[in-house]
């Protein structure tokens, strides 16, 4: 998930060049497909990171932000979890369905851990904090903007090291919507004059080149 701030001005820039009115809506993860067929919403962009599935059953735009899968623990637990091989039989948790879980059922420590699954990511650290999972599995672009000092998640810290995937963020279309490359369009014009360079180092994110 990226920062919800650059989530909101990024659609804000795109918005003001295309002639179309957008109402945003908050769906879990697992139904902004089975929406978007639906009709009930006309795109997904929130965050979405690419994978071979979601490009087999939707139209998904050029990547445009880097982001990779992080572990995050207490600060507490910092030398009793110091790498993936000594979380293998740990409690963790991971949003349903998100490129997080993928990641632990991909890794061979991981994978022999206990995995909870939770409708958001700002979830999985709430069951850290709580103590009822050691640790989460979930977006650097989120972790690094929620954790730490200055933060609500102060006393939590992710593991040096210890990143599980890199990746890339799309926005989501219904199966050859024209939507989709007019917005690969603007997005293209927005890297060129500056735009989304500007947001990505106003947030500390990284464009995909």
Known sequence: MLDIRFVRENPDAVKENIKKKFQEQKLPLVDKVIELDAKSIDCIWN????????????????????N??????KDSNK????????????????????AGQAAVE???NLSQAN?????????????????????AILDWTLAKSM???????ADLMMIDGAELSVEEYGI??????????????????????????A??????LSLAE
């Open 47 to 66: 965050g979405m990171t690419i994978t071979d599935d979601l490009k087999a059953n939707i139209s998904v735009s050029d990547p445009y932000v880097k």
């Open 68 to 73: 990779m899968q992080v572990v995050v623990i």
């Open 79 to 98: 030398d009793t979890f110091t790498d993936t091989a000594s979380l293998s039989g740990a409690n963790l948790v991971a949003e349903a369905g998100s």
């Open 106 to 108: 991909a890794d061979e």
């Open 115 to 135: 995995l909870t699954t939770v409708a958001k990511q700002t979830d999985a650290l709430l069951e850290i904090e709580s103590g009822a999972s050691d640790a």
């Open 147 to 153: 954790i730490g000092e200055g933060t609500d998640f």
């Open 172 to 197: 989501g279309f219904r199966k050859d919507s024209d939507l989709c490359t007019e917005v690969n369009k603007i997005m293209a014009e927005l890297v060129e004059d500056g735009t989304l360079p």
């Open 199 to 204: 947001l990505a180092e106003k947030y500390g």
